[in-house]
């Protein structure tokens, strides 16, 4: 696997700093039934790294303490965690949002089959991937059967109220490019899949969320590989706009890895860049509190552009 992390070691990236505290994003593994080119993770099913039962506890003792009011989860895929539901239900219980982001496949594998009734007995806000409306587009870029598996999924979650109208179940799909271009503006891709999906499967859904891809683990690799990094860092920096930059989601966020150790995003977990501007040592839950955030300097590389690039890019989407 390439280091993409000493390609982005140096950078004229804006300073920022935190507002307070509001989400939690853990990620409770590496671990996946997929293996997806755009992946920044490099999550599959050989990985093994999980979130244990303790870390769990410290994550759900953290949201009491500090009255978060959102717990989003991710991975690999965060199903396949053996605390997943346990998780779920105390965060549940604390009426705290509990986001799911998941790859839709993962609702058809065996062992799973549950897994739908379990989320929407819970409200659980569902971010599911789906890169493409097109079969071959779809396949190409997470692996054989998986666009018919991801249909198969989304007409369960309809068929339990999720998408629908008058319904409080969320169900949010994300758009990934599946080369090194920005993602088309996102208001009107939204159109383009809810016409596609509605009148071929007869699928709803609430919002579509159009993500860039960083430069980083499998898609880093890939540019590198392809003699592209460069070329695609410029492309990010040339379509940098300042008034993207307080909508990111490092100024209100936290990425918690599967030991619990804490960064300032999801992305910046992947390249192991401890929390906050400057720091060398990695802060764990365990030594955290919120209060010491507000106004905290965010650690920021070059890949930090693709969250700026053209009409932004976060967990929610588009910021502008």
Request: with cysteine; glycine share 6%; hydrophobic share 40%.
């Amino acid at each position: 696997m390439h280091d993409t992390l000493a390609h982005l070691e140096l950078t004229d990236f804006p300073a920022i700093r935190r507002t307070a505290l509001e989400v939690l994003q853990v990620n409770l593994g590496y671990l996946c039934n997929l293996s997806c080119t755009h992946c920044h993770v490099n999550a599959g099913p050989k990985r093994t790294e999980l979130m244990d039962k303790a870390t769990i506890d410290l994550i759900l003792a953290f949201i009491r303490r500090e009255n978060i009011h959102t717990l989003d989860l991710t991975g690999g895929a965060p199903e396949m965690n053996p605390h997943f539901k346990y998780l779920v239900e105390q965060a549940r219980a604390m009426a705290v949002t509990v986001i799911d982001r998941c790859n839709l496949v993962i609702l058809q594998e065996p062992g799973f089959e549950d897994m739908t009734v379990f989320l929407a007995e819970n409200q659980v806000e569902i971010v599911a991937s789906l890169p493409c409306y097109m079969e071959d587009n779809v396949d190409k870029q997470r692996g054989k059967g998986t666009f018919t598996a991801s249909i198969e999924a989304l007409k369960t979650l309809n068929a339990f109220g999720y998408g629908q109208q008058e319904s409080q179940l969320q169900l949010n799909l994300v758009f990934n490019p599946q080369d090194n271009h920005l993602p088309p503006d996102q208001n009107t891709l939204e159109k383009a899949y809810k016409q596609h999906l509605f009148d071929e499967h007869g699928i709803v859904f609430n919002r579509l969320y159009a993500m860039a891809n960083l430069p980083i683990q499998r898609f880093g690799s890939m540019l590198i590989s392809k003699g592209l990094f460069a070329d695609y860092l410029q492309l990010l920096k040339d379509n940098y706009r300042a008034e993207n930059l307080p909508g990111v989601m490092c100024r209100n966020t936290i990425s918690i890895d599967w030991q619990g150790f804490v960064y300032d995003c999801d992305f910046n977990q992947m390249l192991n860049l401890p929390l906050g501007a400057g720091l060398s040592n990695k802060t764990h839950l365990s030594e955290l509190h919120s209060n010491s955030l507000t106004n905290a300097a965010i650690a920021v590389r070059q890949h930090c552009y693709g969250c700026t690039a053209g009409q932004g890019s976060s967990c929610g989407g588009a910021l502008a």
